[in-house]
């Protein structure tokens, strides 16, 4: 009869536990700050009375949040909701119709839709490895490397490697493939000169290295954000614990591995489902150099490129609402999934630590 | 001050309003149209020309730049702003317009007997009973060829395939040029300048492209394949790297004297006069056999149709008359070379390369693509499909049969023929 849902020795530990399950959800010195608020409450108790005053401040919160809310609402909200009702209509004899689930079941049942989706799905997680693999460890390493204390020309460094973000897609494409052409590039002639000209191939042409060499390319252009953001984290590992680290005699590689990495590693969470994100939404790159098609034979096609073909036609190809919007359903799907399992399953057990 | 300004600013609108009024009176005609580079030749070639001719109708070329022009001219169909001429896209899209009813039908035009079927089959219902555009212009593949490296190397024009590519081996075993400049990166360099190119010649122009509408014959029959074989050929005199060669590379590497032979559309013309600083000359595609028939691709590009909610039907009717006379087809063609007139009449070009181009139509069966018309309406859409198994070909990716099969089994998938 109206058993707690916690027994009386569990509620004893439960905020021990809370803490430590939890790290940086309740620093320490974020208690006082819970007192205050008690106190804060304790305040508004009082002053309940002149009811009028309270109301009054609630209207500025609507008033400040409605900006934003009506932006995002008629921008970001209404279109996706719109986009997940189109994804259950499609269009018979001219008129539109509800199918339910039909569009789903042609995506992933008729074998040529299965086929060209399951062909973009695989490299655009191929895409996403390389970043990861790739992109996101230089760009720790390079952070590393900005923040030794005696380097010189740091900001030039940090200036240049960060430029090429700055850069639109449409000028890192245009440049990449000039330097990677076989008969203008830039690449073909340096490697003659170091006597490895054999090993140059059309990289941008050839079936089994297309994707690698865009992936590659992305990479290049986006690996300042990944820098700046760890770099950012480095500077905030205070000095004391660093010279502690070094009077406890951790120093070099075994300082970067046990000081320094545990504290950047939520960074480098966010890095990650941020390279997620960007490149199950990754679109730009890819056409620009090779095209809506994605060639050759479909490579480098990517869940965004064959949404476009899809959703806007291509040549003689007309587009068809539906299946884009199909897609791009299944699209938000997979990355919903994707973040939803960093925050709940890998962001919530991860430490952090404050000084 | 100010106000002596605004006075003298007032009297001048009301003078210029006065002056648009006085205008007014005439009937203005407006063309809708993507051809933005052509702005210049209708302001002061076409336009005046037909002026001169029918006082009291003026028309004004307002062009939309080809990426935006689809979906603008859409707009201004379903907001009822569309101008009274419409520039016609080939086939499908403008035949949806028709049959949404914003294109009027041409039937009863009388310019229109100036065309013949395969001119007009670009804007004509699948039944062939209405013609809804007044073909324009149209672009024809073939070869340019380095009329100088053809000399310095003792080669005659090829005629059959055999002489063909015993011309590319002799410019591969001479080694100054790269026997072919083309590539497979944009891939539809290798479906449109490759496949669509030759291919006629073994499918039979017309005849084939009927009998695959019929569902008569298959893609992966051998005159559909055999076009794929010889393209496979062409692998070994491409130049190095064509896997990662684009479309500008070709051009640039043929107009900088790089190549001998390039696999053209006559689109191509006016770049390359003013680019190219050696003799050019042209061949149509080789025919397999000595003493066959030859084929080319002839395919219709532009047209221009009347928007049934015109204001103006009678003088935009006239216009377009006018456009469906040797007249018109004279002047344009000559404007633009590499854009030839569709009219029956034969016209006399400037440029000696668009001469050669347009002769071939004399001693030619002319041809549209083979994917154009009706087989690209469904998913997957042939057209793309052929892009990317003609670039597979020749990069080695599929077999000749795999890739007319990957095609037949694609079309199978959603195309019923009429019977």
Same mark, same amino acid.
């Given at each position: ?286 056409y620009?150099?090779q095209g809506a098609l994605a060639g050759?034979?479909g490579?480098?096609d990517?869940?965004?490129t064959l949404l476009y073909r899809t959703f806007f036609g291509f040549q003689l190809q007309i587009g068809d609402?539906?299946?884009g ?31 | ?66 990426t935006?022009?689809d ?22 899209k ?93 891939l539809w ?143 344009? /063609? #000559?404007?633009?070379? +590499? ?6 009449? %034969?016209? $006399?070009? &400037? !440029?000696? *390369? ?22 690209s309406?469904?998913t997957p859409n042939l057209e793309n499909e052929t892009w990317v198994?003609? /670039? #597979?070909?020749?990069? +080695? ?6 890739? %007319?099969? $990957?095609? &037949? !089994?694609? *079309? ?8």
């Amino acid at each position: 009869m109206g058993v707690p849902a916690i027994s009386l020795s569990e509620a004893r530990y439960w905020p021990l536990r809370y803490h430590l399950e939890n790290g940086s959800r309740v620093p320490r010195y974020a208690r006082p700050k819970i007192k205050s608020r008690a106190l804060m409450t304790t305040v508004a108790e009082v002053s309940i009375d002149r009811g009028a005053d309270k109301r009054q401040r609630r209207w500025h919160i609507l008033v400040f949040l409605a900006p934003a809310v009506l932006v995002y609402t008629a921008v970001m909200i209404l279109p996706l909701i719109e986009t997940l009702r189109l994804s259950l209509f499609n269009v018979k004899d001219g008129q539109s119709v509800f199918v339910g689930f039909g569009n789903f079941q042609v995506l992933f049942g008729d074998p040529r839709w299965a086929a060209s989706f399951w062909n973009a799905l695989r490299n655009n997680f191929v895409f996403f490895l390389i970043h990861m693999l790739v992109q996101n460890p230089i760009g720790v390493a390079l952070a590393a490397l900005l923040s030794v204390p005696k380097l010189r020309f740091g900001a030039f460094y940090r200036t240049a490697m960060f430029l090429p973000t700055l850069l639109s897609f449409v000028i890192v494409g245009f440049i990449w493939k000039l330097i990677l052409s076989p008969i203008w590039g830039v690449s073909p002639y340096l490697m003659d000169l170091v006597g490895l000209k054999s090993m140059f191939s059309p990289w941008l042409g050839k079936p089994g290295t297309a994707l690698i060499a865009v992936s590659l390319i992305s990479v290049w252009q986006y690996v300042g954000i990944p820098m700046m953001l760890i770099y950012a984290a480095m500077l905030n590992i205070p000095d004391e614990v660093l010279e502690a680290a070094e009077c406890d005699g951790v120093t070099g590689w075994s300082q970067f591995w046990k000081i320094k990495l545990p504290l950047i590693l939520p960074s480098i969470g966010i890095i990650s489902i941020l390279t997620f994100v960007g490149n199950f939404n990754a679109f730009d790159l890819i056409y620009t150099v090779q095209g809506a098609l994605a060639g050759p034979d479909g490579s480098t096609d990517i869940l965004g490129t064959l949404l476009y073909r899809t959703f806007f036609g291509f040549q003689l190809q007309i587009g068809d609402k539906s299946m884009g919007a199909t897609i791009a359903t299944v699209m938000f799907l997979i990355i919903l999934s994707g973040v939803c399992l960093y925050l709940f399953a890998i962001q919530r057990r991860m430490r952090r630590y404050q000084f | 001050m100010g106000s002596k300004t605004l006075k003298t600013l007032l009297m001048a609108t009301s003078i210029l309003a006065t002056a648009g009024f006085a205008h007014a009176a005439d009937t203005t005609l407006t063309i809708e149209s993507w051809r933005t580079d052509d702005l210049a030749i209708w302001q002061e070639k076409l336009i005046p020309a037909f002026e001169a001719k029918n006082p009291g109708i003026k028309v004004k070329f307002s062009p939309t730049p080809p990426t935006e022009y689809d979906a603008a001219l859409g707009a201004r169909f379903d907001a009822g702003s569309a101008g009274d001429i419409i520039t016609c896209r080939p086939f499908d899209k403008s035949l949806e317009q028709f049959k949404r009813g914003n294109l009027a039908s041409l039937n009863d035009l009388s310019g229109m007997k100036n065309f013949s079927d395969v001119a007009k089959a670009a804007w004509t219902t699948d039944d062939g009973k209405d013609t809804f555009c007044v073909p324009m212009a149209s672009v024809i593949h073939g070869f340019i060829y380095n009329k100088d490296a053809f000399d310095k190397l003792g080669i005659a024009i090829p005629t059959t395939e055999a002489e063909f590519f015993a011309a590319l081996d002799k410019i591969k075993a001479d080694g100054t040029y790269i026997p072919m400049a083309m590539g497979t990166k944009d891939l539809w360099e290798a479906a449109t300048m490759g496949y669509q190119n030759i291919g006629p010649t073994y499918w039979k122009g017309e005849e084939g492209r009927a009998k695959l509408i019929k569902g008569e014959s298959k893609l992966t029959d051998p005159e559909w394949v055999e076009p794929y074989k010889v393209l496979l050929k062409w692998k070994d005199y491409l130049g190095d790297g064509f896997e990662a060669q684009t479309y500008p590379d070709s051009q640039n590497l043929f107009t900088l004297g790089r190549a001998a032979i390039y696999p053209a559309g006559s689109w191509e013309i006016g770049l390359f006069n003013t680019q190219a600083q050696f003799k050019m000359g042209a061949f149509p595609p080789p025919v397999k056999n000595a003493g066959d028939a030859c084929y080319i691709s002839d395919h219709n590009d532009i047209g221009v149709g009347l928007n049934s909610k015109s204001g103006h039907p009678e003088e935009a009717k006239k216009f377009l008359d006018w456009v469906a006379s040797p007249e018109f087809a004279d002047i344009y /063609a #000559n404007a633009l070379p +590499g854009f030839f007139s569709l009219n029956s009449t %034969a016209v $006399k070009m &400037q !440029d000696p *390369l668009a001469q050669e181009f347009v002769s071939w139509r004399e001693k030619c069966k002319p041809t549209i693509r083979s994917t154009y018309q009706i087989l690209s309406r469904g998913t997957p859409n042939l057209e793309n499909e052929t892009w990317v198994e003609s /670039a #597979n070909v020749i990069n +080695g990716t599929d077999t000749p049969e795999a890739a %007319a099969k $990957k095609l &037949q !089994d694609g *079309l199978d998938s959603w195309f019923k023929p009429a019977k």
